[in-house]
């Protein structure tokens, strides 16, 4: 009769004469793992680190973060935007906003009798990633308005403290959908939009040889229309890393061309920047 340590000691003897032979193989094989695994934790670093394209990589100059920017003169970010939206009057409102002299106008006609603003109640403030540009970082806040819809509120910091843009905020243009689309205006220095990639070439611009065509879309207007940069040119060059089929807001001038608002498509004549803040050019002192 055989016990189990017995029969165990003869397995034993039988497979010793083999146990050199497996544990080369054995070795060889665990090293080619670990070579392929360390291969496949270093790709997958790179792809983590290395520029998304669809976010612009080193040519996006405007970048998202959750760390919120750290100096601030005066109030915070959240306290600006809670004081401008309980603001009601113009002159409560001016003292929360950029440029207030430049800007009055916009917000008497916003908050005017037949404004947009004068319609609007404002539930919540929501916040999202603060954005880093090469000349500054500001906070943004979604603002949920009464029925659904929502703004986008930017605090910027400035020598006189933080301040809401209010071009950002209302989504200011230099010229008024309806008389784009109508064509009572054939250009407009400032649009706020998003935009997209697009494969929609046609009447004007049906030649892909010489257009870059994008999607454009706003939440002042209930359908979307269509812009295009000329191939080669500097505008397309700004606009190239604009990849990802998720709309990326943008600031940009626009044109009619031979009546192409009919189409409702346009030109992009420049690029104020990706985001809806533009940077306002330094004031040199008085030499």
């Not at 879309?217 to 002042?220: A, I, V």
């Given at each position: 009769?055989?016990?189990?340590t017995?029969l165990?000691?003869?397995?034993d003897?039988t497979?010793?004469?083999?146990?050199?032979?497996?544990?080369?193989t054995?070795?060889k094989?665990?090293?080619?793992m670990i070579?392929a695994?360390?291969?496949?934790?270093l790709?997958?670093?790179?792809l983590?680190?290395?520029p998304?394209?669809?976010?612009?990589?080193?040519q996006?100059?405007?970048?998202?973060t959750?760390?919120?920017?750290t100096?601030w003169?005066?109030p915070?970010?959240?306290e600006v935007?809670e004081?401008?939206?309980q603001a009601?009057?113009?002159?409560?409102?001016?003292?929360?906003v950029?440029d207030?002299?430049?800007v009055?106008p916009?917000?008497?006609?916003?908050?005017g009798?037949?404004?947009?603003?004068?319609?609007?109640?404002?539930?919540?403030?929501?916040?999202?990633?603060?954005v880093h540009?090469?000349d500054?970082?500001y906070?943004?806040?979604?603002v949920?308005?009464k029925g659904?819809s929502s703004?986008?509120l930017?605090?910027?910091p400035?020598?006189?403290?933080?301040?809401?843009?209010?071009?950002?905020?209302?989504?200011?243009?230099?010229?008024?959908w309806?008389?784009?689309?109508?064509g009572?205006?054939?250009?407009?220095?400032v649009?706020?939009v998003?935009?997209?990639?697009?494969?929609h070439y046609?009447?004007l611009?049906s030649?892909?040889?010489i257009?870059?065509?994008?999607m454009a879309?706003?939440?002042?207007l209930?359908?979307p229309f269509?812009?295009?940069?000329r191939?080669?040119?500097?505008?397309?060059k700004r606009?190239?890393?604009?990849?990802?089929?998720?709309?990326?807001r943008?600031?940009?001038?626009?044109r009619?061309?031979?009546?192409?608002?009919?189409?409702r498509?346009?030109?992009?004549t420049a690029?104020?920047?990706?985001g809806?803040v533009?940077v306002?050019?330094r004031?040199l002192?008085?030499s």
């Open positions: 009769m055989v016990t189990l017995e165990q000691h003869q397995e003897k497979s010793n004469d083999n146990t050199s032979q497996d544990a080369q054995m070795t094989k665990t090293l080619l070579a695994a360390g291969l496949a934790v790709g997958g670093t790179y983590l680190l290395r998304n394209a669809n976010d612009g990589g080193k996006d100059k405007e970048t998202t959750d760390q919120q920017p100096q003169t005066g915070l970010p959240k935007a004081k401008f939206g009601g009057t113009t002159a409560e409102r001016l003292k929360w950029r207030p002299t430049r009055t916009l917000v008497e006609a916003f908050y009798e037949h404004g947009p603003g004068n319609r609007e109640e404002i539930l919540g403030l929501k916040p999202m990633k603060a540009t090469p500054f970082a906070q943004r806040f979604q949920k308005l659904g703004r986008l930017a605090v910027i400035g020598a006189d403290g933080a301040k809401v843009d209010f071009e950002c905020y209302t989504r200011h243009g230099s010229a008024t309806p008389d784009l689309m109508a009572k205006a054939t250009e407009a220095e649009v706020r998003a935009i997209k990639p697009s494969v046609k009447h611009f030649d892909e040889d257009w870059r065509a994008f879309s706003s939440p002042d209930e359908d269509y812009l295009y940069v191939r080669g040119s500097k505008e397309e606009l190239i890393n604009f990849r990802s089929q998720k709309p990326a943008a600031t940009l001038a626009i009619s061309i031979k009546d192409s608002h009919q189409q498509q346009f030109e992009v690029i104020h920047g990706r809806w533009i306002q050019p004031v002192p008085e």
